[in-house]
Every structure is written in C-alpha cells, then in structure tokens.
DNA sequence: CTGTTAGCGCTTTCAA
DNA sequence: TTGAAAGCGCTAACAG
C-alpha cells in the first residue's frame, strides 16, 4: 500500500476500501507506527501546538489559567507549549519568538509590557488572545478582569467596615492589572470622601517579597493602616508574613483584602477574605476564542470582561472558632 | 545569495566570507525572518522540544519542578512542552505518545503507573528520565528523594514528641511515592514497638479532597490519633480543613507533619511541619540528566536520590506569637 | 478507489 | 568560499 492511503485512512476519508483500511490499520497497529507530526505540519504548514506565555507559572493564578485551556485544547487534540516571561519583556519578546518559529497554531499570552506598538509584524497572520492584561496598540482578542471593579469593592468593603485610613500594595504600575487596580482602590477612597495619602500605598511589584516589604513599611508609619488592600495573591502572602512576624493581630489590630483567591486562603491564619478572579474560565474562555478566531479569522477583536467577587473570610471578621 | 549560506550563517559557520556573511545578517534583520524550526526538525530529524509530562501541574510541587527544568533548558536553546496525565495512566499513554510524535529531543515524565512492561518500544530511542517516582522494567534515568526515610522521619518526629497513636494519610498505592512513605511510616511505628494499626491507615489518593475524607475518618475513630502524617501537600490541606470544620485544636489536640513543603506552608494555620522535598532540585537534575544523556546515550541507566528535609513548625510544637 | 508525484523549509553533501 | 540539489515525512493534486 501507498503512504497516500495511509495518509488518507488516518485523516478518516471515505476514499478508501474497507478492507484496505482494514489492513492499513493491522499494519499500523502492529508496527507501532506513530504518524511523525513534523512532517505533517510542514506540510499543511500549521501545527497543533499553541503557545502560552504567561508571567509566572509559580503563581497558581496561571495555574489554574493553563488547566482551563488546557481542558479546551484536550478535546481538540492540540498540546499547549508554555513559557514564562517573569515578568521580563525581553523575555517575553524572546519566547514569543520561539513559539512562533514552532509554528504554533496560535498564542495565548499574558503581557508582559503596557505598549505593543512596532509589534504588529510580529504576530502578522497570527490567531492571538491576551488574558489577564490588555495589551495597547496590538489588534488581538483579549480576556480579563474587572480589575478596576474588584479592587474597588475590595477597598468599599473595608470602608463600610468602618476602616478610615486604608493601605494599598499596587503591583507592578506599568501593566493595565497594576494600574486598573490601584484606580479602583483610588475611586472608593475618593466616592467615601477619604484623602488621598501616598504613604499608604505602596509598591510590590506582585512579588511576595514585595508585598512582604510594602507591608513592612506600612506597620512601620507613624500612624498605620487599620486595613490593607494587597492587590495580588504573592503580595498578599508577603503581606500576611510581615503582619505575623509583628505579631499582629488579624484581623482585629489590621485587616486585610487580597486580591485573587487562592486554593488554601481559608487555611491561611487566617482566612483571607480576598477579591476571587474566575482563573480557570479565563483560560477556557481565551481557548475558545482562540478556536472561534481559527474557524473565521477576520471577526473584529473582542473584548471579554469578565466579572471578580469578593469572599469574605475571617482577615476582614470574625474568625468562627474562636469564642 | 543561497539558502544555503543563509543556513550556513545562522550555524555559525566561519565558511562564510565576512562581507557576504554581513550581507545576510543585514537582509534577516531587514526582513524580520525567523527560521522555520518545522523544516529544521525534520531535516535534521530532531527538534529542539522537551517533553515533560506531571501528574497534576497545579501542585505547587510539580510547578517548582518546572520551574528547574526550564531554568537548565533555556539556557541551551530548548522549549518545554507539559503535559498533565492527572495521575490516570491512559492520559499519560496519550500524552507520551503526542510528544513522542512531536518529535520531542527528550523526555521527563512523572510516571503515573508502577508498571512499563510492554512500554519498552515507546521509549524505543528515546532519552527519558522519569521524576519524582521510579517506573519498573524500564530502563532509563531517574531523579527521586528517599521516600521511605522521609515518612520515617516524620513519624520518628512525633513519637519523639511522645506521641503513641499516629495516624497515617496514605497516597495511591500503585506509584512508588506511596508505597515507600507507607513503608516509611510502618517502619518507624514498628521500631518504636507500637503495635499496627490498620484503622489508622486512610487513603487520600494525593488529592486534597481525599486528605480531607482521611482525617474525617481518623477524627471519628473510637479512639482518634493524637497525630498524623500526611503523605503529601495536597491531602495536608484538606486534613487541616477537616480539623479546623470541627475546630480540634492545632497542635494540642491534635498534631500533624505533612510530605512536601508549600510557600505558604508558614502562613498556614498552624504554620505546617513538613518533610520538605528539594523540588527545583529535581527539575534542574532531571534536566542535567537528560542533557548528559544527549551526549552519551549508551551510558547505563542512573538513580539519583536526593535527601528530604524535616522542617518543624508550629502544627508539631508551640505558636510562637502565643503567650 | 488507489498510487504516483511534487513540494512544504531546512541542512548537508557535492560540485564548482 | 558559494551554489545547486537531494531528501527528511507528510498531504493534496493529479492520474489512472
């Protein structure tokens, strides 16, 4: 038999004879025979990988992101190629650049930079969504958070607590989740009449350590924070770190929002209430606009936005066990 | 000019006139081409692609694993393509047989069964280190720790503590990691003469929703535990969660030492003892392995196994933020 | 229905 | 020192 007929038996035609297809498939079977993707793709010059940047595949933030592409793609029979930028535009640059010379059918990428202008060749013909982060000057679907919302809220929950001086760990100011963010933390504090003080805001570049240093600054204040909005989830662990270290109480001497649930914050001492993102529908939605953009490549970009939630847990009340 | 001297230039090689040799770096420049890695791999029939294959890429250990893996491979110009078998051994056929068909350079997997007979010919060739658990009748490397005196270890820590009655969260049964902690864990009970007891033993399955079903049993035996050793992160999470639901008190009423360290595992209430694994160590070894490999594929098959670590911490042993 | 053939982009002889 | 040409494994167009 030809390598066209097998060809044609493993793409399912109907072209061939039964009993033909019959002995192709024995044969294959029985040699083990793997068809050889390089050769395939090449070919139909297209592959089955797609490619995933993301910032920090550490943070379960993306973990969680990459499970829910993943279980899109599974079904589709094709793999994700993951790559991690920390946050670093160069290397993001450098691993867009090798997924591309993969050949990846297509990009989910979590920007690493505000700005994409002069980019545009780069993802020319390409299927592209961006989650987590907008991306300014670059054509391309995108997935994200209410950012702005969600920090509001989780500062608006803090006021009606009764808390009047209220600190804020920003991220990093040069992407929209940073700066969306901090707006929403500067909106709540404006609409409840409180003044805006720059001490008590202060960096963590989404890094534990980060937070764990801005936090440390914060106690440090002549007069400190009664409540703390940590605008990621690293930050707020680094957060949580520093209050302990103190031995301070939780949430009775400070209080403390994070941003972005994680799958152990009830455990935390103590239970964190945080602002939740819905990690794995933003990567099964940014998957299936990815195949929704492969079926008809030239729908205007769209814009998912979807929506965060604030779980109240024992950092901002009560701790239940306690009597 | 020729392909071929554009080949030529991009390999470096110094057959090349100066001038022309700049002439062609000016036109890849000018054009923004990117060499087209399909057509590379398949005439030189191999790619520049890592497979790597984890039984759950949310576990935090495995990320960190990832993570060293990644950091050895960047370096040499290779790509990691991950994917999740889910502790379920017919996704993990699937998923070895997709990188295998990629045309992976090399292999590092978390073997989901005990058991590769009859797997031989899929490796057929192929360099291949398994991680974190040691696959039977098949020869290749492997990078595991010493499970068995890590359990032993923990165990050996409680009834050091005086405790008489300790339970035990156990893993699955069919990967070695659970067998050996078990193992571990049984040891050291008989050598400090306590008596074997079955009720003591749970399953969870490494899942935190079988850790929390675990101790849910164990709480509710005649006579509970006094302590107990988890086998690994996850189910440790959902063991606190159990003790917390019914609020038993941390370590008075109960103790508990988990497998495998967290980032988080100080900000656990209580901050959570753990027999820490060196992860990134076995990513970054596993991935030296495999380069070595590369380099001599006829050297024997070699074991590593690494140390793990007891990390004592306040759910063995008193708060120090308690008076 | 099935086989033959061309060619995807690259590297590596071989020839000049 | 450079170019021409073959061929990696596959699929799709064409021929039979």
Redesign the pocket.
């Known amino acids: ?8 038996v ?2 399912g035609s109907d ?3 039964e ?3 019959l002995r192709v498939l024995d044969s294959i079977e029985a040699l083990g025979y793997i ?2 993707q ?3 793709s ?4 297209t592959t089955n990988i797609i490619g995933l940047v993301v910032t920090d595949i550490q943070n379960p933030f993306f973990t969680s992101i990459l499970r829910g592409v993943q279980d899109v793609f599974q079904e589709q029979e094709l793999v994700v190629l993951t790559a991690n930028s920390d946050e670093n535009p160069k290397k993001e640059f450098l691993h867009l650049q090798i997924l591309l010379s993969q050949g990846v059918r297509g990009l989910i990428f979590a920007p690493a930079r505000l700005d994409y202008q002069g980019f545009e060749h780069l993802f020319k013909g390409m299927s592209v969504v961006a989650i987590d982060r907008t991306p300014l000057n670059i054509n391309v679907d995108s997935v994200v958070v209410d950012n702005v919302a969600g920090a509001k809220a989780a500062t608006q929950h803090l006021i009606d607590l009764g808390h009047r001086r209220i600190g804020f760990i920003a991220g990093i100011s040069t992407v929209t989740t940073g700066q969306d963010r901090l707006k929403g933390y500067l909106e709540a504090i404006k609409e409840a009449g409180l003044p805006k003080n720059d001490g008590l805001i202060q960096d963590g570049l989404f890094l534990q350590q980060g937070g764990y240093k801005a936090m440390k600054k914060l106690i440090d204040l002549k007069v400190p924070p009664t409540a703390v909005v940590s605008s990621n989830n690293l930050m707020s662990l680094g957060a949580v770190q520093a209050i302990h270290e103190r031995c301070i109480k939780i949430p009775d001497e400070i209080a403390i929002v994070g941003f972005d649930d994680m799958p152990w914050a009830s455990f935390l001492q103590p239970p964190l209430t945080v602002i939740a993102q819905p990690t794995y529908e933003i990567g099964r939605r940014a998957a299936l606009l990815l195949l929704e953009r492969f079926e008809n490549p030239e729908i205007p970009a769209r814009k998912l936005v979807l929506e965060t939630k604030l779980i109240i847990r024992a950092s901002t009340a009560l701790n239940p066990c306690v009597n």
């Open positions: 038999m030809s390598t066209a007929t097998v060809s044609r493993l793409a072209l061939v004879r009993n033909l297809r068809p050889n390089i050769g395939r090449l070919r139909r010059q």
